[in-house]
């Protein structure tokens, strides 16, 4: 998952609207939406959220579609990633302008399926060879015993870090918040970058400080919330004192865009990120070697380690009109083809178990450091109030980074909001 502040919960009235729509428009025409085994035609309307240095090659790769089914007109439409929950939303719960396929970050999966938008895969060309998708993978597409999406992308987050800054500094890559609030005052002395950019206006950004503390949002399973107990205190106290300190500079607004540029002009020399923004950092001026970045795990707590998984999933609009068609897209662009090509262009993570035993993909320094980090991230809930457990935690940050709140506030109001919105956990 990549990352960010998820859409507004629909009406009751608007999840009536889109059980409606399964049997309304998407934005496709009538050809190819039965089971006769004939010809795809038709246009297949695919909405793309990823960032401006994969874009290309998203669409690219989709429009190759089109060559193994001329009769099939792909309109490749690029949505920013924080507007196209809402957008989403909002188009097939009014039964308009909703695509027929969407690429679709893990936490929506189960929200989107939950109001009756997502059509289920299962026994579909869509879900082609399920058994080759990494298991965690597949965790996310499921909801209620069905599966709503094909797995495309998966990822967490690592450390990104200059080589050349730490180098100068004398200092080795942090293995615990500690240490790196400890070599800060060296970073900034010997090379006059600061140590950390702190991502404040993410909450996806504040669960590796939670989960260094052993710490998580709720037991789905038990249906307890965690958030308020002393690892959610210990997280908030150390991104406060990260920012106090001033071994991290943070903001509470554009950090996706301020954190990068940060990185790649070398005025901080680390961050947290994700294989997403891989080819973005070696767009910069401090990596015109690609080799001076480097990729660690997230540093840990006093207890422990971890950040969360993300990824991304390929969904169909349940109000298609061209189901077929749809179907074999999503097939297409979740294929062990198109993800070793993903991999290849972009070094983001496969989903699929037999693309890490291709050579150019094993090879791959990013999927050398990332794939055990997958292997070992922490699985979020994949419930359907899923997206809404980040809103809370949004506002405590600002406050905690701020001064409005103390820790021990931050964490109370997070877990007070929580039992709010899940009435059946304690």
Known sequence: MRRGIRGISATALVAGLALAATACGGGGDSGGNDNSGGELSGTVTFWD???DAEKATYRKLAEGFEKEHPKVDVKYVSVPFGDANAKFKNAAGGNSGAPDVMRTEVAW???FANLGYL?????????DKADDYLPQALGSTKFKGKTYAAPQVIDTLGLFYNKKILKDAGVAVPKTFAELTAAAKKVKSKTGATALYLRGDDPYWFLPYLYSEGGDMVDARDKIVQIDDGAGVKAFKTIKGLVDSKAAVTDATDGQENQLKALKDGTVAMAVDGPWDIEGARAGKAFKDKDNLGVAPVPGGETAQGSPQGGWNLSVYAGTKNLQASYAFVQYMSSAKIQQQTTEKLSLLPTRKSVYDVPA?????MVKFFKPAVDGAVQRPWIAEGNSLFEPIKVQMNKVLTGASTPEQAAKATGDAYRKLLKDYK
Request: charged fraction near 20%; proline fraction near 10%.
């Open 49 to 51: 959220t990823s960032n």
């Open 109 to 111: 999966v189960a929200d």
């Open 119 to 127: 059509a289920p895969l299962d026994g579909t060309p869509a879900l």
């Open 361 to 365: 993909v094993k090879n791959n320094e």
